[in-house]
């Protein structure tokens, strides 16, 4: 299992464009989460899925976010338009269940708008 | 509301001395606490629970409800302990704390 997959690893794009961030789960795992890491605010939760269902968005941070999950296997992050305080490291973690459940980490996509 | 509290961003240690990092949690019922380690170029990972009361790379961590605590530490640093730390109230995550071992 190659694990939590995310695409593309790094993303350079001009402010004002839209720009779409991709996640593959671990097969199997019921729950799906997307984070922000920034040097000032740390790793924040930005929305969660259960079985593909959002269960909690008040993490995202403006309208200009959005995040989708159409089946088990994928899920994206859309942020349209961005800004440059958007430049950020985005991770989708993945893991069985909420509670005692370790979540799976992808590898990130670094954002950089300029 | 849920919360939790790493009070510093950076921590440098001498190969051989004890660590410890520091974690502060805020929430009412009982907690679901988790020390996460992200080493240069690699993937955020678990490193221990507090559930599994276990010992992982010579690392412990003690809840104490009292204080509402759940400190990370270890005897005898390394150098390979360098790494960015995060405790997490399940998927709450602190700020994360910097640790450089010095040679």
């Known amino acids: 299992d190659a694990g939590v997959i995310q695409s593309p690893r790094h993303e350079v794009t001009e402010m004002g464009q839209e720009v779409t961030l991709r996640c593959k789960p671990i097969?199997?795992?019921?729950?799906l989460f997307w984070y922000r890491q920034t040097m000032m605010r740390g790793l924040e939760l930005l929305i969660y899925?259960?079985?593909?269902?959002?269960?909690?968005d008040s993490g995202m941070p403006e309208d200009r976010f959005s995040a989708k999950m159409p089946n088990a296997s994928f899920s994206t992050l859309k942020i349209q338009p961005s800004e440059p305080r958007d430049s950020a490291v985005y991770f989708c973690a993945s893991s069985l269940r909420t509670g005692g459940d370790e979540q799976f980490f992808g590898p990130g996509t670094r954002l950089t708008v300029l | 509301a849920q919360r939790v509290t790493q009070p510093e961003k950076l921590l440098s240690v001498f190969k051989g001395a004890p660590v410890e990092l520091k974690c502060n949690y805020s929430?009412?019922?009982?907690?679901?606490l988790f020390w996460y380690v992200q080493y240069s170029r690699q993937r955020l990972q678990l490193l221990l629970r507090?559930?599994s009361r276990e010992s992982i790379k010579g690392f412990t961590a003690d809840l104490n409800k009292g204080e509402t605590s759940f400190h990370l530490k270890k005897p005898f640093a390394q150098e390979e302990d360098s790494a960015m730390y995060y405790c997490a109230l399940v998927i709450i995550f602190g700020k994360g704390t910097r640790l450089h071992i010095l040679p």
């Open positions: 899925f259960n079985n593909n269902v959002p269960i909690d």
């Open positions: 929430y009412s019922g009982s907690p679901e």
């Open positions: 507090h559930i």
């Open positions: 097969s199997g795992h019921d729950y």
